[in-house]
């Protein structure tokens, strides 16, 4: 796999922050400017959201691309989505997003994989591949090869943590020897930690994010609502842009790895 040069253009930790889900214009808006003041350079935004049971939020879909679209001619950054199907990226490359994000639910399914990877090939676009539900290295691995192999270079992993029917303090547990083991096999490939959707509270993205750095993980992606207990998706463990700036004070590199 060639990936891997853009690692250097971040500066450690890169940060990745904005709401879980897309709820309106001046949601995002709002978010953006908070989150961009504070050296965010990348927001997230789910416009399709993956929920597990019916009858929940399902995201904005397209009037959310035009919304992100309005944005990036008032705010200078770049947006990530998540993407979960051929039309999604066609979507997507139409609305000019910057890069995306293959779910949890989507890194599972090697068919879906392909699809996604065969509708961006050309597109040259970063693409961050979240690991799957279930502790299987091999389907991360397959899902970042499946990408790479579509001649898709600027790739990196997000460690999102596992389900377990297990009784946890986690939401997801982090089975940190997982990621590791990425690492060791994919050296060259930026890895993220997701501490909002491990945690699944608002009180554990701190340590959990320490701990990431600590482990030499390349950067976070936090989840950031200006509302946070009215968020239409994940309220729990959102974050106000003004608490991510503290996070983001108080986070320390104790040690550099690759
Ligand atoms: C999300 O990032 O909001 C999301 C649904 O992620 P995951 O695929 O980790 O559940
Ligand atoms: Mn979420």
């Known amino acids: 796999m060639k990936t891997g040069e853009w690692k250097?253009?971040?500066?450690?930790?890169?940060?990745?922050?904005?709401?879980?889900?897309?709820?309106?214009?001046?949601?995002?808006?709002?978010?953006?400017?908070?989150?961009?003041?504070?050296?965010?350079?990348?927001?997230?935004?789910?416009?399709w959201k993956p929920r597990t049971?019916?009858?929940s939020f399902e995201g904005i879909g397209l009037k959310a691309?035009?919304?992100?679209?309005?944005?990036?001619k008032e705010v200078n950054v770049k947006f990530i989505t998540e993407v979960a199907s051929a039309q999604h990226v066609e979507?997507?490359?139409?609305?000019?997003?910057?890069?995306?994000?293959?779910?949890?639910?989507?890194t599972v399914n090697p068919f879906t994989v392909q699809e996604i990877a065969d509708a961006l090939k050309g597109s040259y676009l970063p693409v961050l591949i979240?690991?799957?539900?279930?502790?299987?290295?091999?389907?991360?691995?397959?899902?970042?090869?499946?990408?790479?192999?579509a001649d898709l270079h600027e790739i990196g992993a997000i460690h999102r943590g596992f389900s377990s029917f297990r009784k946890s303090k986690y939401r997801n547990e982090p089975?940190?020897?997982?990621?590791?083991?990425l690492k060791a096999n994919f050296p060259h490939i930026p890895l993220i930690c997701d501490p909002s959707h491990i945690g699944g509270n608002r009180?554990?993205?701190?340590?959990?994010?320490?701990?990431?750095?600590?482990?030499?993980?390349?950067?976070?992606?936090?989840?950031?609502?200006?509302?946070?207990?009215?968020?239409?998706?994940?309220?729990?463990?959102?974050?106000?842009?003004?608490?991510?700036?503290?996070?983001?004070g108080k986070l320390k590199i104790r040690q550099t790895t690759s």
């Open 8 to 47: 250097s253009r971040f500066q450690k930790p890169w940060i990745i922050a904005g709401p879980c889900s897309a709820e309106s214009e001046e949601q995002l808006l709002k978010t953006t400017k908070a989150v961009s003041a504070l050296g965010v350079e990348v927001i997230r935004a789910g416009v």
């Open 175 to 181: 089975v940190w020897q997982i990621p590791i083991e």
């Open 203 to 248: 009180d554990m993205i701190y340590d959990i994010s320490q701990k990431a750095l600590d482990m030499g993980y390349d950067g976070l992606m936090i989840e950031t609502h200006p509302d946070p207990d009215n968020a239409l998706s994940d309220s729990k463990q959102q974050i106000t842009p003004e608490r991510l700036d503290e996070i983001k």
């Open 130 to 149: 979240k690991n799957p539900v279930n502790p299987d290295l091999a389907l991360w691995m397959g899902a970042i090869e499946r990408i790479a192999n």
């Open 91 to 106: 979507l997507a490359l139409k609305h000019d997003l910057d890069m995306v994000w293959l779910g949890a639910r989507t």
């Open 53 to 55: 049971r019916p009858n």
């Open 65 to 72: 691309l035009e919304w992100i679209q309005n944005i990036k």
